[in-house]
């Protein structure tokens, strides 16, 4: 079997040959008058019509039997059969044509087909084929077509190969954007305004997250790249845009797992006068819509679970989930008896961590896997979240809401802390902490802060994981395969 640097080389040779028969080679100009998908649509009004057809795509299948020459071409929309034959030679080209084709015409190659359409007696649409040209030589074979590509990481590393290869990946994104689109179109319809905020911030804030740091040569200014856009979204509240979403990329430097990527997507939405239950209402609003437009109705399967986005999503306490899959009665257990508490379900503790980190890791371990079907956890300690505001009647606990499906954390949001007093104690706590060692603390930020004096209305604001979301209606256990081009150790 020759190695791919041979079949690589052999190609090399045919693409000579091909630049030395004339034709020109890549060209600018394709001359394709239709998609293959319209063909197939109107199929049996060309085929009537008679009408010549100028199509194009990759080669996908090669059948050379004696003096004819099937193979299916795919321009991306749709796979249609073409048939060349030896013995009804190409206009202007006769058997030379047919052989050209036959010596230089590899699978992967980009092709010009002209000809009208016909139905084989096995009742196959077909092209068949009275002149044609190369447009593209692939110079390395496509991977195996009934295999694909096996290994994990080599499907990640070359995605171009898995979704061209796997109609299933292929459809995966193509769901990922009819998401993103019908997310946009909800908003939109409720007179949401879609914004941009800096990716690049000298201050990192909006999320308990480590960033990245860069430089910016002319300023000689260090600046990160944003852990979250939260900060500057309630900005823009105070200015007056009382109805607002961003929808693009963040960045977190943190491990990789099945549901973490160093950059992923959200949708962040802020509403003026809108109390948390109104953002709950919001997110289940939303959500259905993007089901029944994407999917058809409100049930999926996940992991061989099947689950169902009712209309109205139940509440459950975070102080009832852990007591009632933890068994820890007491939030404010004694650190000592709560880091044995997470010792006993395998939870690592690292030195100095908070209360409520700790019963946050055990929540990720014991807890949020037994979550299948949809629900909001509420009323969250005071510690889980410092721009959320605390509750009139029970100040220990912020209006906090987050929403799994399936074990997936998929909406975080809050009512948000608009007291700036409050809000520069709540960053000095932070600031406290991440003096301590806490890398993921907040860092205090005055501007946000001097913004936060001018007043912000009464808002909730909530984002969404859309990554996650993806892996939720494709059925994907990876975050990495639902991001077209995930982050990856360097191919060694």
Request: aromatic share 8%; glycine share 8%.
């Amino acid at each position: 079997m020759a190695s791919l640097e041979e079949l690589r080389a052999e190609r090399l040779k045919k693409l000579e040959l091909w630049r030395a028969a004339g034709p020109g080679i890549f060209p600018t100009e394709t001359g394709r008058d239709r998609e293959n998908a319209e063909v197939l649509a109107k199929f049996s009004a060309l085929a009537k019509s008679g009408k010549v057809l100028n199509l194009a795509g990759r080669v996908r299948s090669l059948r050379i039997q004696g003096g004819l020459i099937f193979f299916d071409f795919d321009d991306g929309t749709a796979l249609l059969q073409a048939l060349l034959k030896r013995d009804e030679p190409p206009a202007g080209g006769g058997e030379a044509a047919f052989e050209l084709f036959r010596e230089l015409v590899d699978i992967g190659d980009f092709v010009r087909v002209r000809g009208s359409l016909f139905t084989t007696k096995r009742g196959q649409p077909t092209l068949a084929v009275s002149g044609w040209r190369l447009l593209t030589k692939s110079l390395r074979p496509l991977p195996d077509q009934w295999h694909g590509l096996q290994d994990p990481e080599e499907r990640f590393r070359h995605r171009y190969l898995d979704s061209l290869m796997s109609p299933a990946v292929k459809a995966r994104f193509v769901i990922r954007s009819q998401i993103i689109a019908a997310s946009r179109a909800f908003l939109n319809q409720r007179d949401f305004l879609e914004v941009e905020t800096p990716m690049l911030q000298a201050v990192p804030g909006g999320a308990s997250a480590a960033p990245f740091v860069t430089h910016h040569q002319a300023l000689n200014l260090d600046l990160y790249l944003r852990v979250a856009p939260e900060l500057f979204l309630k900005q823009m509240v105070i200015g007056g845009f009382p109805k607002i979403y961003e929808l693009g990329r963040s960045f977190r430097n943190e491990g990789v797992d099945v549901t973490h990527n160093p950059e992923f997507t959200s949708l962040e939405v802020y509403e003026s006068f809108a109390a948390p239950a109104d953002g709950r209402r919001l997110v289940s609003e939303l959500l259905l819509a993007v089901l029944k437009k994407v999917l058809g109705g409100a049930t999926l399967t996940y992991q061989k679970q099947k689950i169902t986005f009712p209309k109205t999503i139940p509440t459950i306490s975070f102080a009832d989930l852990l007591k009632s899959h933890a068994l820890i009665n007491d939030l404010e257990l004694p650190e000592r008896e709560l880091e044995l508490k997470a010792n006993q379900f395998g939870v690592k503790v690292a030195p100095g961590e908070s209360r409520f980190k700790i019963l946050d890791h055990i929540y990720k371990k014991v807890c949020r896997p037994k979550l299948i079907q949809p629900v909001f956890i509420v009323d969250y300690p005071a510690a889980s979240a410092p721009l959320a505001k605390r509750q009139t009647a029970r100040p220990e606990l912020v209006d906090r809401f987050q929403l799994v499906a399936g074990g997936l954390e998929l909406v975080n949001g809050f009512a948000e802390l608009n007291d700036p007093l409050e809000q520069a104690e709540r960053f000095a706590e932070q600031e406290a902490a991440r003096a301590a060692g806490d890398r993921e603390a907040q860092i205090k930020d005055e501007s946000y802060l001097t913004a936060l004096e001018h007043g912000l209305p009464p808002t909730t604001g909530w984002g969404l994981g859309v990554d996650r979301l993806v892996m939720l209606l494709t059925d994907a256990p990876n975050i990495r395969e639902v991001i077209y081009f995930p982050t990856l150790r360097p191919n060694q």
